[in-house]
């Protein structure tokens, strides 16, 4: 965070030590209680309007099963608009105003550094399900709680399919945001673990234009390496993937792979841009089919319709899913804790019906972290157990986007490495080169040979080849084009040496340069000939 941010942060930490937190708890007639809790989303957002089609629906879904609960969540949604200050002043409106004791989200990670300050001070867990910067999850702010993975449980995954490859190199393009800086360190440290380097990061502006991203992409032309790790949301993310295609890197040659921030939505990304896309490789949290999570989809995606009637169909993707089951744990807390409150009241004099708050705490704080920290449960999401403030490791699926739809190719697990099925143990390390246990992937350009990663730069020299008619044609035999020039040649020794290059790990762009004249005589003997590489000649077009 720079310093203004945290001056902000501080600030309006100030503003809110000066607030009371009112009655959290409205008990009506028939003894039923109510929790207050905030959501903040970017409504604006894909993400954020998925969420919210989920959270609603999950209020809706839990209290239809526990119709007897006496503690209800009341859900207040406020919209972000992808802004940290925003988020933050909305925070500080739903505590004061509304006595939230409990917030969902925010969305993105720089938001939730000001979000879990607010919350953590007033006591007041604040459970985000998208943020995924390592750094959030800090011992200073117990109140925060992430129901979803850190971007450092994914940067193993990634290493192994880079490894599993042979590529020696990658370079990193990311959103110039703390969550697309947040994975670099961790990503740093898993390459190294495999021999892999980073000769270079490319950092992007969220906010970059179409051609701000173009002279990017040129500079990464001009260098070597050809394998790209893309870390980004979908809006940067759909930029960069039209200009790529448009420049000729969605071709023979180069690999792409995405990392949660594309591939978890990769069936909600446009159809144009998944195009763009083809050939690409992605990493993506798994989640288990089963017959809920499908009967849950259909429900869904009708309600997404009501709900965004303008825009196009798209999937529940594990944000909705992680959103749903991060209000099925927080209703479930909620009633626990109401019931030992109740308890406890009884036994305390009931005169003090204001004693619920000390000024800007929520006293109800402790017990409900402690309520959330403690259920487990199987939601439509997987395992949900946030017993180390976020979920742990579960297991990641590698996809390929073929013909502008995503294909699942295999899993990654922290025991078997990549593997095409998930109940396959015999997987255990690939061999330099050879091919990863996945089902077949197809390469930008439709191509079905595995990129080598590394190529001289497409502005850079070629490898210049002398090559001489022999006496023998069927070791040597050079031909001229008389109308464009080109060289060819052919013959046993010919065939060796581009046999030889296709074996070397790395693309060498290369063309012969012929030491005969035009009429197909040799310039000189072999002696001379050899003698050319000492001499430095770069074509032998001038007699000797
Ligand atoms: C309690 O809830 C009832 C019904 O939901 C509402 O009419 C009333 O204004 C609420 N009271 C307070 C103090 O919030
Ligand atoms: C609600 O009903 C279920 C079974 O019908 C029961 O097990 C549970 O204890 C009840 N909960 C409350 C709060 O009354
Ligand atoms: C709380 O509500 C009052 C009255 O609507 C408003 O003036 C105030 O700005 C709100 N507080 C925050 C922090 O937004
Ligand atoms: C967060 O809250 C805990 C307990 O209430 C407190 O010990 C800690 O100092 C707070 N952290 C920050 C950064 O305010
Ligand atoms: C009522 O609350 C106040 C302030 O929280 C406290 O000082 C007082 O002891 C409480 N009274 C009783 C009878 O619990
Ligand atoms: C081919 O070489 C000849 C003679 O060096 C030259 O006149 C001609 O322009 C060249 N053609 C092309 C297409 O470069």
Same mark, same amino acid.
Request: glycine residues 14%; proline residues 4%.
């Given at each position: 965070m720079d310093t203004t941010a945290k001056t902000t942060s501080l600030l309006l930490l100030m503003v809110l030590s000066f607030l009371g937190l009112g009655v959290a708890q409205n008990v009506t007639q028939r003894g039923a209680g109510i929790l207050n809790v905030g959501a903040i989303l970017n409504l604006q957002s894909l993400v954020g309007k998925i969420a919210r089609t989920s959270i609603l629906m999950a209020m809706e879904d839990f209290y239809e099963v526990?119709?007897?609960?006496t503690t209800k969540l009341v859900l207040h949604i406020r919209g972000s608009n992808g802004d940290n200050i925003q988020a933050a002043s909305e925070a500080v409106d739903l505590l004061e105003n509304y006595s939230v004791r409990a917030i969902i989200g925010p969305q993105k990670s720089s938001e939730a550094t000001f979000v879990s300050d607010i919350g953590n001070n007033s006591q007041v867990p604040v459970i985000s399900f998208t943020a995924t910067n390592p750094a959030l999850l800090s011992s200073n702010v117990p109140y925060f709680l992430r129901a979803t993975l850190s971007d450092a449980a994914q940067v193993k995954s990634l290493a192994a399919l880079i490894k599993a490859y042979g590529w020696r190199e990658v370079v990193p393009i990311y959103e110039e945001t703390d969550f697309g800086r947040g994975i670099i360190p961790y990503l740093v440290d898993a390459l190294q673990e495999v021999g892999v380097s980073m000769p270079y990061r490319s950092g992007i502006s969220q906010s970059a234009n179409s051609d701000q991203v173009e002279q990017e992409l040129y500079k990464l032309m001009t260098m070597q390496t050809r394998v790209y790790i893309v870390h980004m949301s979908s809006t940067i993310g759909s930029i960069l993937f039209t200009k790529a295609k448009e420049l000729g890197m969605m071709s023979d040659g180069y690999a792409w792979i995405l990392t949660d921030g594309m591939a978890n939505i990769i069936n909600s990304i446009s159809p144009l841009v998944l195009d763009a896309m083809d050939g690409a490789l992605g990493v993506r949290f798994y989640v288990p089919k089963s017959k809920e999570l499908g009967y849950f989809t259909t429900r869904w995606t009708m309600r997404y319709k009501q709900d965004n009637p303008n825009d196009p169909p798209t999937e529940p993707s594990i944000f909705g899913l992680r959103g749903y089951d991060t209000i099925w744990t927080l209703a479930q807390a909620a009633e626990k804790v109401s019931m030992i409150n109740a308890i406890s009241q009884k036994q305390q004099q009931r005169k003090n019906s204001t004693c619920l708050g000390t000024l800007g705490m929520s006293t109800i704080g402790p017990k409900l972290l402690d309520a959330i920290l403690q259920h487990k449960f199987k939601g439509l999401s997987g395992d949900f157990d946030l017993t180390n403030r976020q979920l742990q490791f579960s297991i990641f699926q590698i996809i390929n986007v073929v013909r502008s739809e995503s294909k699942e190719i295999g899993f990654w697990t922290?025991? !078997? *490495?990549?593997?095409? %099925?998930?109940?396959? %143990? *015999?997987?255990?390390d690939t061999y330099l080169n050879s091919i990863p246990d996945l089902s077949p992937v197809v390469w930008p !350009?439709?191509? %079905?040979i595995v990129p080598k990663g590394w190529q001289f730069p497409t502005y850079g020299k070629r490898l210049r080849v002398g090559v001489r008619t022999s006496g023998y044609p069927e070791f040597m035999k050079v031909e001229r084009?008389?109308?464009?020039?080109v060289t060819t040649a052919t013959g046993y020794a010919i065939d060796v040496f581009e046999e030889v290059l296709k074996q070397l790990p790395y693309a060498i762009p290369y063309e012969y340069v012929a030491f005969d004249n035009a009429q197909g005589v040799s310039h000189g003997t072999y002696n001379d000939f050899v003698y050319q590489v000492h001499l430095g000649v770069r074509n032998f077009g001038s007699p000797i």
């Open positions: 526990h119709r007897n609960y922290a025991k !078997g *490495g990549i593997h095409r %099925n998930l109940n396959q %143990n *015999g997987y255990k !350009g439709e191509a %079905n084009d008389p109308v464009t020039n």
